[in-house]
């Protein structure tokens, strides 16, 4: 069974620049979730979306946004791109939303903006 | 402000020993608990999960949860070089995690052979 898919794994953009970051989830699985990782401030939650629909949102800025198609495939996109972007970012999905459904994460996007 | 605190180590343990990674939190309404292992360079992995109080085991790996406590831990028994990662402590207030896992900064785990 293959995993969470996340593409591109690398990307250098520019500050100013737009960038869209693209993950498949694990077969079956309904809900697709966003994190940015940092060594200063590790993993913080983006955003999660379920059956299309953002169902959370984390504290980041509206720079910051994405959306759900109906195969569950999920995209993020960061629009004026500020150097402090620089981050890995990681898609996790699950099954569903309830208890007996973790997140499992795909591979990351290592995004540098400089 | 839900936190979740981890020492960032490194611990370290010989070949073959216990290792205990600790973690506690501050949401006591939080109710699910899960452990994820990162290699340097790769993305989390899921280790374990447990909601009740009490421990939960998995081959080498056993999670406890103190609910009154607001701590969990990880053992690691027979350790085995191969589990030198970064381990994240991650709790929610409910579910699997999908409306948001609030993530400590991990520990640093070395298993010296």
């Known amino acids: 069974k293959a995993g969470v898919t996340q593409t591109p794994r690398y990307l250098i953009k520019t500050r100013g620049q737009q960038v869209t970051l693209s993950c498949s989830p694990i077969?079956?699985?309904?809900?697709v979730s966003w994190y940015q990782q940092t060594p200063g401030q590790g993993l913080q939650f983006l955003f999660e979306y379920f059956s299309e629909t953002q169902r959370n949102k984390g504290n980041f800025p509206g720079r910051f946004s994405g959306r759900q198609f109906s195969n569950s495939r999920s995209e993020m996109n960061v629009s004026t791109l500020e150097l402090g972007d620089s981050a890995l970012y990681l898609c996790?999905?699950?099954?569903?939303?309830?208890?007996?459904?973790?997140?499992?994460f795909g591979n990351g996007t290592r995004l540098t903006v400089t | 402000q839900k936190e979740v605190e981890q020492n960032s180590g490194p611990l370290s343990v010989p070949e073959g020993a216990i290792a205990s990674l600790n973690c506690t939190y501050s949401d006591r309404g939080s109710q699910s608990f899960f452990w994820y292992r990162q290699y340097s360079g790769k993305s989390p992995e899921l280790i374990m999960f447990i909601y009740s109080n009490g421990d939960k085991e998995d081959g080498r790996f056993t999670a406890q949860l103190n609910k009154a406590s607001q701590y969990v831990s990880l053992l690691i028994r027979d350790s085995q070089p191969s589990d030198s990662a970064t381990y994240l402590c991650a709790v929610n207030l409910s579910g699997g995690g999908a409306d948001g896992l609030t993530f400590g900064k991990g520990t640093h785990l070395i298993i010296q052979p």
């Open positions: 077969s079956g699985h309904r809900s």
């Open positions: 996790a999905s699950s099954r569903n939303r309830d208890t007996n459904s973790p997140l499992h």
